[in-house]
Nanobody
Framework: QVQLVESGGGLVQAGGSLRLSCAAS????????MGWFRQAPGKEREFVAS????????YSVDSVKGRFTISRDNAKNTVYLQMNSLKPEDTAVYSC????????????WGQGTQVTVSS
């Protein structure tokens, strides 16, 4: 299995930027599609963005399109989420997750990193 550790969260003013990182260890990173999810207080976890094994295909939800960019560096076993033009409603715990090639579900999760956007 793969172990995932997020970093890069913090407090930022509205309109600011953060870059989240998710470092993977334990298995061949390129065997996994990766995703970012977030959970705000009192709300269910929601999908934010995903990237395929080699980075050639990405997808993001409408609420972050044009503001957030997911990318990966397989040589560094890391996936990133660049977040620009942050809004207070982006405040949440952000978690990365791994989905092994051919599987339908994300089976591996990091512990999450807090992102707080002040108005």
């Amino acid at each position: 299995q793969v172990q995932l550790v997020e970093s890069g969260g913090g407090l930022v003013q509205a309109g600011g930027s953060l870059r989240l990182s998710c470092a993977a260890s334990g298995r061949t990173f390129s065997n996994y599609a990766m995703g970012w999810f977030r959970q705000a207080p009192g709300k269910e976890r929601e999908f934010v963005a995903s990237i395929n094994r080699y980075g050639g295909d990405t997808y993001s939800v409408d609420s972050v399109k044009g503001r957030f960019t997911i990318s990966r560096d397989n040589a560094k076993n890391t996936v990133y989420l660049q977040m620009n033009s942050l809004k207070p409603e982006d405040t949440a715990v952000y978690s990365c997750a791994g989905r092994v090639y051919g599987a339908s579900d994300y089976a591996y999760w990091g512990q999450g990193t807090q992102v707080t956007v002040s108005s």
